[in-house]
T-cell receptor, first 110, second 114 residues
Framework: SQKIEQNSEALNIQEGKTATLTCNYTNYSPAYLQWYRQDPGRGPVFLLLIRENEKEKRKERLKVTFDTTLKQSLFHITASQPADSATYLCALVGDDKIIFGKGTRLHILP | DVKVTQSSRYLVKRTGEKVFLECVQDMDHENMFWYRQDPGLGLRLIYFSYDVKMKEKGDIPEGYSVSREKKERFSLILESASTNQTSMYLC?????????????FGPGTRLTVL
């Protein structure tokens, strides 16, 4: 069955460093991969989308890579700030459906 | 900006009650979704609709039904609430293709069933 895993439940990163979150999947060939941010008690908010034929996408301090051979996406936040603390969800889109990962709680320590 | 609103942020109901959760979007999106989110389980799709009066089951439809009489409104109904339906319920909408477009989420309704 299709499976999507995000590297860890929680990640602590020192302010100013680069935070790297991982999304791995099996038994699936997504056409797109999306990343969302979710703050406590709120709904997820879309951040970035990357297509299967794109290797990398950037938006301000965010960078996403997509390796269809490794079946993995990496999500980077450079020059991290305490305001970046949140849960980040990856979502695979393809075959007319979307599957969300369970998320990684990121804490940026001042 | 796309706005998705949900009728309540917090709701407390008793076992056996009929519960209605309402969702409204203002961007003329074709697709609307209902998810529940539980610790350790992530987001799970209950039902979705890609047009008025159309609905399709998601991964966990048991115990739920939905209604979409107007394009902007998608309702989730718990016919007889049970304690295992205590959860955060999230509504989302998207445009264009069936499910491949970006999803816009509402703020969520935290439902407690006693």
């Amino acid at each position: 069955s299709q499976k999507i895993e995000q590297n860890s439940e929680a990640l602590n990163i020192q302010e100013g460093k680069t935070a790297t979150l991982t999304c791995n999947y099996t038994n699936y060939s997504p056409a797109y991969l999306q990343w969302y941010r979710q703050d406590p008690g709120r709904g997820p908010v879309f951040l970035l989308l990357i297509r299967e034929n794109e290797k990398e996408k950037r938006k301000e301090r965010l960078k996403v890579t997509f390796d269809t051979t490794l079946k993995q996406s990496l999500f980077h936040i450079t020059a991290s700030q305490p305001a970046d603390s949140a849960t980040y969800l990856c979502a695979l889109v393809g075959d007319d459906k979307i599957i969300f990962g369970k998320g990684t709680r990121l804490h940026i320590l001042p | 900006d796309v706005k998705v609103t949900q009728s309540s942020r917090y709701l407390v109901k008793r076992t056996g009650e009929k519960v209605f959760l309402e969702c409204v979007q203002d961007m003329d999106h074709e697709n609307m979704f209902w998810y529940r989110q539980d610790p350790g389980l992530g987001l799970r799709l209950i039902y979705f609709s890609y047009d008025v009066k159309m609905k399709e089951k998601g991964d966990i439809p048991e115990g739920y039904s939905v209604s979409r009489e107007k394009k902007e409104r998608f309702s989730l109904i718990l016919e007889s609430a049970s304690t295992n339906q205590t959860s955060m319920y999230l509504c989302a909408s998207s445009a264009l293709n069936r499910v491949t477009d970006t999803q816009y989420f509402g703020p969520g309704t935290r439902l407690t069933v006693l």
